[in-house]
């Protein structure tokens, strides 16, 4: 964790929201703020959507508007400070996405974290080899460096390590496809190697893996999709794709995501159950 205030992406957030609230509740509209306090209209949406960092002084304008006091300008000024901080995501911007790196800063306080992932193992649960190969497979597509490989597989075995083996690690629940046992990436060894580890990894207390068959009924035509739940932060579904990546934060739709990772894990294997057939794959690939 990048301190132990937790992640300043979603300070950055919780610090826009709670000041877009404290400006509702004084009935006041970005407009009519933003002129009292001499600024533009666009500054006050950017601060508080948290694509811009508002300083201390900015806080103590805003404070002075919305007639606070006390404790709560206490409180803005912690999640400020919070905000500021440094994520260890930040180590490895110049070889991720923007939006991963946004991503990273979000699950790094997730309390659950639910994955779909019907082509390949979820990257928290990969190893090293695996994840080099899954990299490489897009390598000439994406245009990745020598060293941007090298990074990316840093970053996400930095990740596992942060989100999985953390003191409060979060809830994982993955379902992922059948077919993503049986798709190779680099040597069969690499194959072999990957699924014992993933049935390491799915006795841990907090990892729950299951396994939709081939010969299941597939209720849900749908992409990879991640949820994440927070304990004060509205749930986030992220969504990625060949070249970019987004968001669903529209409640009614992240609902909707939320009933699709239900209709997809009703038919999948349980967790016994889908430790039987990783260790068969695994068996499969020692030939």
């Given at each position: 964790m990048p301190s132990q205030q937790g992640s300043p992406t979603v300070r950055r957030l919780r610090l826009g929201q709670e000041l877009r609230l404290l400006r509702e509740r004084r009935k006041l509209t970005g407009a009519r703020a933003a002129r009292d306090l001499g600024w533009s209209a666009s500054k006050v949406s950017r601060i508080e959507a948290a694509k811009t960092m508002p300083s201390t002084d900015d806080i103590k304008a805003l404070a002075k508007l919305y007639r606070l006091e006390g404790d709560k300008v206490d409180e803005l000024f912690g999640l400020l400070r919070d905000a500021e901080q440094r994520g260890w995501w930040e180590d490895y911007e110049d070889a991720l996405p923007e939006e991963y790196t946004t991503f990273l800063g979000l699950e790094a306080e997730a309390t659950f974290q639910r994955d779909w992932e019907p082509q390949v193992v979820p990257g928290l649960l990969q190893t090293e080899d695996y994840a080099r190969e899954v990299i490489l497979a897009t390598r000439g597509i994406a245009r990745i460096t020598h060293s941007g490989v090298r990074s990316r597989v840093e970053a996400r075995?930095?990740?596992?390590?942060?989100?999985?083996?953390?003191?409060?690690?979060?809830?994982?629940?993955?379902?992922?496809?059948?077919?993503?046992?049986?798709?190779?990436?680099?040597?069969?060894?690499?194959?072999?190697?990957?699924?014992?580890?993933?049935?390491?990894?799915?006795?841990?207390?907090?990892?729950?893996?299951?396994v939709l068959p081939l010969d299941a009924l597939h209720p849900v035509n749908t992409g990879a999709f991640i949820h994440l739940k927070f304990s004060a932060f509205d749930d986030v579904v992220y969504l990625e794709q060949l070249y970019?990546?987004?968001?669903?934060?529209?409640?009614?739709?992240?609902?909707?995501?939320?009933?699709a990772f239900d209709h997809i894990k009703s038919e999948a294997l349980d967790e016994d159950e889908s430790r039987v057939l990783i260790q068969r794959k695994a068996m499969l690939w020692r030939r």
């Open positions: 075995l930095d990740r596992q390590e942060r989100v999985l083996h953390r003191p409060d690690p979060c809830v994982l629940t993955v379902v992922l496809d059948e077919s993503a046992l049986t798709r190779r990436f680099g040597e069969p060894s690499v194959m072999r190697e990957q699924m014992e580890h993933l049935l390491e990894m799915s006795v841990l207390p907090h990892v729950s893996v299951h970019t990546a987004h968001f669903v934060d529209d409640l009614e739709r992240v609902a909707g995501y939320e009933m």
